[in-house]
């Protein structure tokens, strides 16, 4: 099983709320990503979580705030964002490699829309 | 990790081979090929990748030549539900400096027609 789910699927919010994006896999996969695709573009990964901690950070605003509470869920909390931040946003997750190879999976995405 | 070049689009009729080229003129010995690919509105789905032996699985097979510098990948019998955008990526494997970076280009537009 190469599963990751994403929730919610779709989702509609103003620049004063706070939503969160959910992901979660059962793989037994201990490395965690968030990516950002906007119309028409290439995926941009966002943040990389491995075994929990934040390993990667690609110079995201701070309203974009990440959270990894256990090996399986990955959560992207969603704070004052604009217009320009509306986008599709996919999860992935990958073994841990040592050496090997890390091949990601992903997640169907959320389709975000900020007003 | 290294640069990649893709053709922007191609087509394929249902039924005959779709061979989709990649150029990674600058590709490291330690860099491996990585093909993804996107069906509109979905998330990218893993396809192969390979180091530099030929490589074969139950989606499609890989070609890197012989210098590295460039790969096909190929899709035996396309159908209508091959019609996607394929991304090459080069990366490095784990423990790289790189570790946990897919850095997509603009990748290939490929239509299977009728």
């Known amino acids: 099983d190469t599963e990751v789910t994403q929730t919610p699927k779709h989702l509609v919010m103003g620049m004063t709320n706070k939503k969160s994006l959910k992901c979660e896999q059962h793989?037994?996969?201990?490395?965690m990503y968030w990516y950002k695709q906007k119309a028409k573009k290439p995926p941009e990964l966002m943040f990389v979580?491995?075994?929990?901690?934040?390993?990667i950070n690609e110079s995201v605003p701070s309203r974009f705030s990440p959270e990894c509470p256990n090996s399986s869920l990955l959560n992207l909390h969603l704070h004052a964002l604009q217009p320009e931040d509306s986008a599709l946003y996919l999860c992935?997750?990958?073994?841990?490699?040592?050496?090997?190879?890390?091949?990601?999976?992903f997640g169907p995405g959320t389709r975000l829309t900020v007003l | 990790d290294a640069k990649t070049t893709q053709p922007t689009s191609m087509d394929c009729a249902e039924g005959r081979a779709a061979n989709l080229p990649c150029n990674h003129s600058?590709?490291?010995?330690?860099?491996?090929v990585y093909w993804y690919r996107q069906i509109h509105s979905q998330g990218p789905q893993y396809i192969i990748h390979?180091?530099?032996n030929n490589e074969t699985n139950e989606m499609a097979s890989l070609i890197i030549t012989e210098d590295r510098k460039s790969s096909t990948l190929i899709l035996p019998h396309a159908t209508l539900r091959d019609t996607a955008v394929y991304y090459c990526?080069?990366?490095?494997?784990?423990?790289?400096?790189?570790?946990?970076?897919?850095?997509f280009g603009q990748g290939t537009i490929l239509t299977v027609h009728p």
């Open positions: 990526i080069v990366r490095v494997g784990a423990g790289g400096t790189s570790y946990g970076k897919l850095t």
């Open positions: 390979g180091l530099k």
């Open positions: 793989m037994g996969h201990r490395a």
């Open positions: 992935a997750s990958s073994q841990v490699g040592t050496g090997g190879i890390d091949t990601q999976y």
């Open positions: 600058t590709i490291s010995g330690n860099e491996y």
């Open positions: 979580y491995s075994y929990e901690k934040l390993s």
